[in-house]
């Protein structure tokens, strides 16, 4: 096996289905690719449509479906660490439910990079929104000195010239992040102490590059993203004290290494908020 792709669901059927099935369809597979999809407690019938009819589009795309389905939202670490644990790919890649390829050989571009790099361990792609002109909603994300986070790119255009150089990152996020496996099975996977969400990606993030690993943004692979689908609406998760909280769990752990980096300026990790046009809610369903 080649890839192991797992996504998260909790509700939101339309997003999964048509994120999912985009996925397996028009994705290039260019090795023996299984994905698995953890839901987490969905009550609006998504664990029935990932059961029943997401195997019958993964076997048209020779793509072997894997569901897992918990009874209640046990966090997004959690939930990762489970379908881990069932992972065969050499390549592990983690992809949120809102997320669907525009580059259709993504998988390729990511992994070359990792192979062609000696030290690098994982490779993210360009997230960009899915309404025209495609903005850019990620390109890599820069860490201040205090802490702070950068989303580098947010809202410029995405043939810029300054985000269209594949170069290392202090962290990717886990919307579309590529890791070897048995680099990720060596240094442990995702942290639970991060349920429910939030923060939990940049801690892998800097675990591997502690152990002297480099995470590399890789342009050539992008993706449209509708930003924040995944966790908006669930009831368990009070989205602003959760940042809160895992932000302050992720400085106090990690302060030695961003506090002596090169990261952003305080004035670039201010969210810029993108206007979402009205036409871009109709995209998903």
């Not at 449509?49 to 918990?70: S, T």
């Not at 030290?119 to 792609?125: I, K, L, Q, V």
């Not at 302050?248 to 993108?274: T, V």
């Amino acid at each position: 096996m080649r890839y192991s792709i797992i996504v998260l669901s909790f509700n939101k059927l339309a997003v999964t289905r048509a994120c999912l099935t985009a996925m397996v369809q028009e994705s290039v597979l260019d090795g023996p690719t299984e994905l698995i999809v953890v839901d987490n407690g969905s009550t609006d019938g998504s664990g029935r449509w990932l059961e029943k009819e997401l195997p019958l589009i993964g076997k048209g795309a020779d793509v072997a479906v894997q569901v897992i389905r918990n009874a209640t939202n046990v966090g997004c670490s959690t939930a990762r660490n489970q379908a881990l644990a069932r992972a065969g790919g050499k390549y592990v890649v983690f992809a949120d439910n809102d997320v669907q390829p525009c580059t259709l050989d993504w998988l390729t571009r990511l992994r070359r990079r990792i192979e062609e790099i000696p030290r690098a361990g994982m490779a993210g792609g360009k997230l960009i929104y899915p309404w025209a002109p495609h903005p850019i909603q990620c390109a890599g994300v820069g860490i201040s000195q205090r802490g702070h986070v950068c989303f580098r790119g947010r809202g410029d255009a995405r043939d810029k010239a300054r985000w269209n150089k594949a170069e290392p990152v202090q962290c990717l996020i886990s919307a579309c992040l590529m890791i070897p496996r048995t680099l990720i099975k060596q240094h442990g996977g995702f942290d639970e102490a991060f349920n429910p969400v939030q923060y939990e990606d940049f801690d892998l993030c800097y675990r591997l590059r502690e152990a002297g690993w480099e995470a590399w943004y890789e342009p050539a692979a992008e993706m449209f993203h509708h930003e924040s689908v995944t966790t908006q609406g669930s009831p368990s998760i009070r989205n602003a004290a959760v940042v809160i909280r895992n932000g302050l769990r992720f400085q106090k752990r990690w302060r030695h290494m961003f506090g002596q980096e090169n990261g952003p300026a305080e004035s670039e990790c201010r969210w810029r908020k993108i206007d979402v046009p009205p036409e871009a809610e109709n995209l998903l369903v």
